[in-house]
């Protein structure tokens, strides 16, 4: 006892900085601070400096990503404004990721540009997917069906792998963590003259501990560990000047054992993605980009039952122009994807189901800057063999009236294709299910200098046709959710911090109650402390009020809150050194009903970066 009471003073004096950092500016720059904005591309398709957009958008660095230790995808993202995780055990276990309130299934994922399809309710397989090849995030929030079609309601969430940099490049980490974690990862780059190329993988393991607790009639006191592995490769070429080819390929792959009853359960998931792009700059103002994609997702479940594994490929190709005239930009879009389900009894590798649908879409977006006026309007068709044809698109303007303030608004409207496994797979069929849509209108006041970033964003999007499932799917739900978010960055002298604060309205106009495993309230933060070049430390706090776990009930989980401390340390040029301590006060809390979660728990990782620019 008195350890921890020491501890939570040494927090307590962590902490207190951020009482007095709006109050003040910084003394001295670090080298991060320094640098310029970075590029977003998710908000409009296209290459635009941070802050230029008129969308609610953040960055997660590999920076940020490095320092995350043994977190997982899932984990980083639950410390972002307005998203909230639910996951049914450890770390390898089922995953859904919330955002604004609205359902898993409503975040479209993108890998490199290449869109991974919904297979299923829940969403992609957030779990199978590995941070060691990623370099950098980009969240979108809000609807973006006019960019990018089917599934984007809450927003989108684009991950980008290693790519090829100046000069040769070698790094490699080895990790140790509780639960018998360990944890690996590789990466080579380099560039020649017009030609570079990358390389990455990591590999990771775990015995972990029991997903469910004795309440779950699943209940079996048997550790359930993971073992995931990951690659990245991706190469280009500069044939001309302005004229580049680029080819790349992901894969993800988890294998995690899951209570249900005894015996030795698991669910084994496969993510791949691969594509090429060519980018042509055909004038001063105009650049051409063709690309090429599919994206794989294989499903298998052990021991053999009825249902045993499932795939869905996607392949799509797309032709998108971009043409800049001052302050003026145009950008047309056409394409067709072609999407395609199995459903396979692995016992007698027998086919249950095998069926396909084929979508060609066309999309245009304008972005206007009149003096301190910024206007963007996008509109989408598709034209889908499942569900006939939809139209989607936004509004929006942002206006700046001085160096600092600026107010952003938007509405539009997005929605979500019913998969195949729901209209025509083995349970409860629907053919003739209506594709899920939703209008959002929101608003943001922002304050930026240069070390402050504060942004207000209020919002209300409504949701119908939602597909729920009673002896098949059907479009039975309404929901309606509203939201305040607050975030909040700020440096002074060597301290930065982030704060995240966000209220939620999800409700469920079915029932009048809250939409599950989502939260009223939400926040997050986190604060470094630079000693010196070399070192630094952190702390970081997470807390999610009470939520309810099944349609129509009230609130079963409880509201917690969890401490994590870091620490990394360059104690040579090319090496570094990272310890996490994770839910530092050993919170018992759920993500899920009767599934456990981490208890406090460690990690220690060396890494390795060399670069011979």
């Known amino acids: 006892m008195q350890q921890r009471k020491k501890l939570k003073q040494s927090l307590a004096l962590l902490a207190a900085p951020l009482a007095v950092l709006s109050n003040h500016s910084f003394a001295q720059e670090t080298a991060a601070e320094k640098s310029l904005p970075p590029v977003v591309v998710t908000a409009s398709r296209a ?45 390898g276990n089922l995953t859904s990721i919330f955002m604004r309130g609205t359902e898993s299934r409503h975040v479209l994922v ?62 490699a980490s080895v990790g140790y963590g509780s639960y018998g974690l360990r944890k690996r990862d590789v990466s080579f780059s380099g560039r020649s003259g017009s030609f ?62 899951y209570d249900s009853g005894s015996g030795d359960h698991r669910n084994i998931r496969n993510v791949s993605t691969e594509g090429a792009q060519l980018r042509n700059d055909l004038t001063q103002n105009w650049l051409s980009t063709l690309s090429l994609s599919s994206s794989k997702q294989a499903y298998t479940t052990l021991p053999y039952s009825v249902f045993n594994e499932s795939r869905v490929k996607q392949n799509e190709w797309s032709w998108q122009n971009d043409w800049s005239f001052g302050a003026t930009n145009l950008q047309a879009l056409v394409g067709h994807r072609n999407e395609r389900v199995a459903t396979v009894d692995a016992a007698t590798f027998s086919m249950l189901e095998n069926q396909s649908r084929k979508n060609d879409f066309l999309g245009f977006l304008v972005q206007q800057r009149i003096q301190n006026l910024s206007l963007q309007a996008n ?34 409207t997005a929605f979500r294709a019913p998969n195949l496994d729901a209209l025509y797979g083995p349970f409860g069929p629907n053919p003739n299910l209506r594709p899920e849509r939703s209008r959002d209108a929101e608003m943001s006041l922002r304050y930026s200098e240069e070390h402050r970033e504060v942004s207000l964003t209020v919002f209300e999007n409504e949701i119908t046709d939602l597909i729920g499932y009673t ?11 509203r939201g305040v978010s607050l975030a909040w960055k700020q440096g002074w002298k060597q301290w930065t911090s982030n704060l995240a604060i966000d209220y939620l309205d999800p409700a469920d106009l ?13 926040a997050s933060a986190d604060i470094t402390y630079a000693w010196n070049n070399t070192l630094h430390s952190g702390l970081e706090w997470l807390y999610q009020g009470p939520r309810s776990d099944i349609a129509g009930q009230n609130p079963s989980m409880g509201g917690y809150q969890t401490f994590n401390v870091y620490m990394t340390y360059q104690f040579e040029k090319d090496w570094q050194l990272l310890a996490r301590w994770n839910n530092v006060f050993d919170k018992k809390y759920e993500l899920a009903r009767y599934y456990q979660t981490p208890g406090s728990n460690g990690f220690i990782e060396l890494s390795y970066q060399f670069s011979s620019k």
């Open 47 to 91: 290459p635009r400096t941070l802050g230029e957009d008129i969308a609610d958008i953040t960055v997660i660095t590999r920076e940020e990503i490095e320092r995350a230790g043994q977190s997982n995808l899932g984990d980083i993202l639950q410390r972002q404004p307005g998203i909230e995780m639910g996951r049914n055990g450890g770390a």
């Open 110 to 171: 993108l890998i490199d540009g290449v869109r991974l399809s919904n297979p299923s309710l829940t969403g992609v397989s957030w779990e199978s997917l590995s941070l060691g090849n990623v370099d950098r995030i980009e969240i979108l929030r809000g609807p973006a069906s006019g960019l990018y079609g089917s599934d984007a309601i809450g927003g989108v969430i684009q991950i980008f792998t290693k790519k090829s940099q100046a000069g040769a490049n070698f790094g």
């Open 196 to 257: 570079g190329a990358s390389f990455s993988a990591g590999a990771e393991k775990a015995r972990g501990f029991s997903a469910t607790n004795v309440a779950n009639s699943n209940f079996n006191p048997d550790r359930d560990g993971y073992a995931r592995e990951s690659y990245q490769l991706s190469t280009d070429y500069s044939f001309m000047p302005g004229h580049v080819l680029n080819l790349f390929a992901t894969k993800n792959r988890i294998n995690a054992q």
């Open 379 to 412: 509109v989408r068709h598709e034209n889908d063999s499942s569900y006939g044809g939809i139209d989607t698109g936004s509004v929006g303007f942002g206006y700046l009236w001085n160096k600092n303030w600026r107010l952003t608004g938007s509405y539009g």
């Open 471 to 481: 002896t098949q799917y059907v479009n039975i739900n309404k929901a309606r959710i």
């Open 510 to 522: 079915s029932n009048n109650k809250i939409l599950p495993r989502r939260a009223r309230r939400k």
